[in-house]
């Protein structure tokens, strides 16, 4: 949740406030939607202009970790599930917030925008099992859980959310854990726990926290309703300091003279009489959700080697008893409040939630069956099918696409998640799902299942599918995509989720790519899953192991001379971005469409696939999928007439990997010919933009020099189906 000005004025403070500790030895409760995105954000260095590079990412989330193990720091993850009834006007405000940050985020100002891929949090969920780090995933949100799992075993947590410092439990931010420590057994950080920011105020309860965090505002509270309140306390410290500083500082002071049910009447005074008791409900259910109750998910965890953290008691700190008051206020801040009033007036248009809705808390509904449950607790399945049993949703997060369009990228994905959500609901109430997407710029809420459109037949039921056959789990998943089994054998197990989702973006006819773009995603690949870890002396045993007799041969053959030298020439000058002025290297905003769209296909169909309980190995991103990659590989490719001949140019030094690629290829192009017919789309031109707008892909930095071929290959049609699949009707148009 996060209660607002409050970690600043933790920081300013920190000498006070934290305390240095060594931290060794011990087990550490890890805030897991937070450290994802911390992770991202601030280490991972990837380029989110172009989609996101879970390469780069899942090194950094295997790095932080094996840096904790090394330091005999054993983590405990826990994740958020889904959302909250009460929690949706929140929910529809920041989706606002990340449309608009993925719609301006260019190659020139990535670093500085904050915007996450679609598969951050399942790739950080899938290092984490490679690495063996125990984890569970919340019914709702996480934030109770973890402070009670933190409780009981008396051991700190490791987030970067502020609601934190209002519970009584240890508690480290991300930023107060330092992982460079040369060498040293431990890392050093700085904890804060609640009992020494309570004695720097004498007279300041713990009970009082809640109320403190809920009038200064949370997620379930909107931020200008305690502003008559506000408007007759005294603002103190600096007025160097933000006013919302000073109202924090003001509001410590007033409440330590008070206990909460005093506190109460007198700012159920400053409000309008007919609002008095919708404003009292909002402070209860707000304060509800810092009250801490017994850990219900630990039972998700092996226990048995638990190492608490005690803290040596330091000398009592000087309390800040006195601070300088200042009760004037300055034009710019009052523009500011006003500004921000009526702001969220208009934030909370997106969903509408009774009052009982705000007030109770969302439970799991009853016909969810104990296999569901329990593989959705362990993360096995995605927060958003908890959103669809509850609330009867399903959120498209947003990504990097072209907001020009009209539709979002993920509408190519919609056949798949009505499917997804027929096995999960059933026909009567799958078609009362909303399916929250985009219009333009804008969130926008629609029925899943349109006027005319019903729910797809002989969608086998939830509760059944633990009693299904393998080849029946996955003849529901290959009929979604009109894929035979038999085209799939020959791929590593650990490439066919990837590919189905490939074969259906070449094949469906509403969202047509080019052939260039099927040979980009396939060399990309190959440069990102075979290339980079054989030139870094990784064994492929495992890819080998599971691949046909050809692709073994292929695979078993690949020699790291090979790999190195074309890791030289290729996968190193098309892994970066670099801004470039020159027109022809413009940002190609069609292709980052085209990219999202098959993004989105993957997810829907690993969300799919965990439904059906895992028929195909999940698609490991981190090994498969480098945004930048992708995109500077799909640039050079753009303007070939034979993209095969180029490629065969590119790879003249890697004949093994060539051959490799030609396979994959043909077998996506042979299914789906008609992406040869198809001419790239022209580049949209926008008189109104910028050189900053523009991108990066400098000559130097393309596979290779041009080599033009105009042969024509012919491809046939080849309709895949199979008469045994009892489930092939469900195929997805």
């Not at 803290?311 to 200042?326: A, I, K």
């Not at 900053?692 to 130097?700: I, L, Q």
């Amino acid at each position: 949740m996060g209660v607002r000005g409050l970690a600043t004025f933790i920081s300013n403070n920190a000498s006070d406030y934290l305390q240095t500790h060594r931290l060794q030895d011990c087990t550490l409760v890890v805030d897991g939607n937070n450290l994802a995105s911390q992770l991202y954000v601030y280490f991972s260095k990837s380029n989110p202009a172009y989609g996101g590079d879970y390469d780069r990412f899942g090194c950094c989330i295997r790095d932080y970790f094996e840096r904790l193990k090394a330091c005999g720091i054993e983590s405990l993850v826990l994740f958020d599930g889904g959302y909250e009834a009460r929690k949706l006007p929140t929910v529809w405000h920041r989706l606002k917030g990340k449309i608009q940050a993925c719609s301006k985020v260019n190659p020139a100002n990535q670093t500085r925008k904050n915007v996450f891929p679609l598969f951050h949090r399942e790739t950080f969920k899938l290092v984490l099992s490679e690495l063996g780090v125990q984890m569970a995933q919340c019914d709702f949100e996480a934030d109770e859980e973890i402070a009670a799992l933190a409780q009981t075993l008396q051991c700190p947590v490791l987030s970067l959310d502020s609601d934190f410092f209002m519970l009584d439990v240890l508690y480290i931010p991300f930023d107060q854990l330092l992982l460079s420590n040369d060498g040293a057994r431990f890392l050093s950080c700085r904890i804060y726990q609640l009992k020494r920011f309570l004695n720097m105020f004498g007279g300041l309860q713990p009970e009082m926290m809640p109320l403190m965090a809920t009038l200064l505002g949370n997620d379930y509270v909107k931020r200008n309703l305690f502003d008559p309140f506000f408007a007759q306390i005294k603002k103190l410290g600096s007025k160097r300091l933000s006013l919302q500083q000073r109202k924090i500082a003001g509001l410590i002071q007033w409440l330590r003279r008070e206990n909460p049910d005093s506190a109460l009447q007198k700012i159920l005074h400053f409000i309008k009489l007919n609002e008095r008791e919708r404003v009292k409900v909002a402070i209860e259910r707000a304060s509800s959700a810092y009250s801490l109750r017994n850990c219900a998910i630990d039972k998700y965890f092996d226990l048995s080697l638990i190492r608490s953290t005690t803290l040596q008691d330091p000398e009592t700190p000087p309390q800040l008893c006195d601070m300088e008051e200042d009760e004037t206020e300055s034009a710019e801040e009052a523009e500011g409040k006003t500004k921000e009033y009526y702001d969220d007036e208009n934030e909370e248009e997106g969903f509408e939630v009774t009052d009982e809705e705000m007030v109770s808390k969302t439970r799991i509904p009853e016909f969810l069956p104990e296999f569901f449950i329990d593989a959705y607790r362990r993360c096995q399945m995605p927060p958003v099918f908890m959103d669809l049993c509850t609330l009867h949703i399903y959120i498209m997060q947003p990504q990097k696409e072209d907001f020009s369009e009209r539709e979002s990228a993920s509408a190519v994905s919609l056949p798949i998640v009505r499917l997804m959500t027929t096995i999960l609901l059933g026909p009567n109430l799958a078609s009362r799902v909303l399916l929250v997407t985009r219009r333009f710029k804008s969130p926008f809420k629609e029925p899943l299942f349109k006027e005319g459109q019903s729910p797809p037949e002989n969608a086998p039921l939830l509760h059944s599918i633990p009693d299904m056959s393998l080849e029946d789990r996955r003849g529901v998943l290959l009929a979604a995509v009109g894929v035979n089994l038999d085209l799939l054998l020959p791929i590593p197990s650990e490439w066919r989720l990837f590919f189905l989702a490939v074969l259906y973006w070449a094949k469906q006819p509403e969202f047509p790519i080019t052939d260039r773009l099927v040979h980009a995603v396939v060399l990309s690949m190959l440069l990102q899953t075979v290339v980079a870890p054989v030139k870094k002396g990784t064994s492929l045993s495992n890819l080998v192991s599971t691949s046909s007799r050809n692709l073994k041969h292929l695979l078993a053959n690949l020699s790291t001379p090979e790999c190195k030298l074309l890791f030289g020439e290729i996968y190193s000058n098309n892994s970066f971005s670099k801004p470039s002025g020159k027109s022809k290297n413009a940002y190609d905003i069609s292709l980052v469409h085209s990219l999202a769209q098959l993004q989105s296909l993957i997810l829907t169909l690993h969300q799919l696939n965990q439904l059906l309980l895992q028929p195909f190995q999940s698609a490991p991103m981190h090994r498969l999928y480098s945004g930048t990659m992708m995109y500077n590989v799909a640039n050079s490719l753009q303007s070939r007439h034979d993209p095969m001949a180029y490629v065969k140019t590119c790879l003249s030094k890697g004949p093994t990997l060539f051959a490799l690629h030609a396979f994959l290829a043909d077998l996506v192009l042979t299914f789906a010919p008609d992406t040869k017919k198809i001419i790239g789309k022209k580049k949209k031109s926008h008189p109104n933009k910028t050189k900053k707008d523009r991108v990066a892909v400098p000559e130097n930095e393309c596979l290779k020099n041009s080599f033009e071929d105009d042969s024509e290959e012919s491809g046939c049609e080849n309709e895949y189906w199979d008469p045994n699949n009892k489930f092939a009707l469900l195929r997805a148009t």
